[in-house]
């Protein structure tokens, strides 16, 4: 079974740019979450997705930041404009429920200049 | 509110001795624990999860975590570190408010092992 799938892998941009990342989640998983994960820090959920429905995106910067679930599969993450705070990893996780466990994609390493 | 607190940001033992790693939460309900292990440049992968039943969980590669609810921790263990071992460790408490699923991770502890 293939894992979930996030690109790029690195984004270097400068402060003020946008940038938006990509995840394919584990087929089959309804629920899709986006974290950021903080250099020295834990990942913090940004939004939670189950099937192209928001669940909880109470985290979610929305003046800069946002996402989406297209079709309940595939979704993108986009930062317009970046700060240099939201210098991070951007990890992208699936279920099957809400209830199961959360596997999780490699990431991406995003560096704001 | 749920929370989880590792009480060491940096563990360093030889290969072949014990590993703890600390763990303290907080709920206000009846929590889902968990482990992750997260090694570098590669996504977090799930060790072990406590939900209710035995409080002694065994998870993947030797680990065990122990359910104390009195003291309201979960420290993770194993007997014989390998070079292997070396990566972070996430302690994580499920958000049962709402039934959403939530993760809330700690702060981790890196796990170093001395050959």
């Known amino acids: 079974e293939a894992g979930v799938a996030q690109s790029p892998r690195y984004k270097i941009i400068e402060k003020r740019q946008s940038v938006a990342f990509w995840c394919n989640p584990i087929s089959g998983h309804a629920t899709l979450y986006w974290y950021q994960q903080i250099l020295g820090q834990g990942p913090k959920l940004l939004i939670q997705f189950q099937n192209n429905g928001v669940v909880d995106d109470s985290q979610l910067p929305k003046d800069r930041f946002s996402a989406e679930r297209l079709k309940g599969v595939d979704s993108t993450l986009k930062i317009q404009p970046a700060k240099l705070e939201d210098s991070a990893v951007y990890l992208c996780a699936s279920s099957r429920t809400d209830y199961n466990e959360q596997f999780f994609g490699p990431g991406t390493r995003l560096t704001v200049l | 509110a749920q929370s989880v607190t590792q009480l060491d940001s940096h563990v360093s033992v030889s290969e072949g001795t014990p590993v703890l790693l600390r763990c303290n939460y907080s709920?206000?309900?009846?929590?889902?624990l968990f482990w992750y292990v997260q090694h570098p440049n590669k996504g977090l992968q799930l060790l072990l999860k406590?939900?209710?039943?035995?409080?002694l969980v065994k998870g993947i590669n030797g680990f065990e975590a122990e359910f104390k609810k009195s003291e309201t921790s979960f420290h993770l263990t194993k007997p014989s570190a390998h070079m292997s071992d070396a990566a972070e460790y996430f302690c994580v408490v499920s958000e049962e408010y709402g039934n959403t699923g939530k993760l809330i991770f700690g702060q981790g502890t890196t796990l170093q092992v001395k050959p």
């Open positions: 709920s206000s309900y009846s929590p889902s």
């Open positions: 406590y939900t209710s039943a035995a409080t």
